[in-house]
């Protein structure tokens, strides 16, 4: 199975803050790369797909790079409601796999 | 508005069996890639099962030869029949719909359902 490593696990940061998370495989996954917003007791909100394709409604704010083996999820100028959980996923190869997640909270 | 709604979880025993729904309403399940992925207490994100156009399935080996994924394009229903349940399939388990041309990106899911599996 494609391992997914996502970094950091947690990061504290401020409304309007500038925010990374990166995922890492362990094979390459070409651009088969998605990342994925999630809050507690509510199911995941597709953000970008393809690696750098911004999913339809969300806020331009949200960027994806990368390809290969590694991407990068950016938030630029974090907001409120952005305080969450992030999940890169890899649907390259079965069985799809999901990273642990990083957690956004407020610093 | 496109929104699914999962239901059939439940507390079973184990070995048991337990039927899972997931009812469309604004796009059909026919017309879309559509899968299951759970998520265990205190753990991450899993992918369970896929049922592709045409009628191609998928699933994690760990639910291979137990759990079936199938859909009723009258009721516009996607299922998941679970049999021989364990503990360890104790999860929120939600379904979604895979974007199409996205790569497998999935953008629509339910709420879930939960399922505990324990004697």
């Not at chain 1, 890169?88 to 990273?99: D, H, I, K």
């Not at chain 2, 069996?17 to 890639?33: E, K, M, Q, Y």
Request: charged content about 15%.
């Amino acid at each position: 199975d494609v391992q997914m490593t996502q970094s950091p696990s947690s990061l504290s940061a401020s409304v309007g803050d500038r925010v990374t998370i990166s995922c890492r495989a362990n094979q390459s996954l070409t651009d088969f790369l998605n990342w994925y917003q999630k809050k507690p007791g509510k199911a995941p909100n597709l953000l970008i797909f393809g690696a750098t394709t911004l999913h339809s409604g969300v806020p331009s704010r949200f960027s994806g790079s990368g390809s290969g083996t590694d991407f990068t999820l950016t938030i630029d100028g974090l907001q409120p409601e952005d305080f969450a959980t992030y999940l890169c996923q890899q649907s390259f190869t079965s069985p799809w796999t999901f990273g642990h997640g990083t957690k956004v909270d407020m610093k | 508005e496109e929104q699914l709604v999962e239901s059939g979880g439940g507390l079973m025993q184990p070995g048991g069996s337990l039927r899972l729904s997931c009812a469309a309403s604004g796009f059909t399940v026919s017309g879309n890639h559509m899968t299951w992925v759970r998520q265990a207490p205190g753990k991450g994100l899993e992918w369970v099962s896929t049922i592709y156009i045409p009628e191609i399935t998928d699933y994690a080996d760990s639910v291979k030869g137990r759990f079936a994924i199938s859909r009723d394009t009258i009721k516009n229903t996607l299922y998941l029949q679970m049999r021989s349940l364990r503990p360890e399939d104790t999860a929120l388990y939600y379904c979604a719909r895979i974007v199409l041309g996205s790569g497998y990106a999935m953008d629509v899911w339910g709420q879930g359902t939960t399922v505990t599996v324990s004697s």
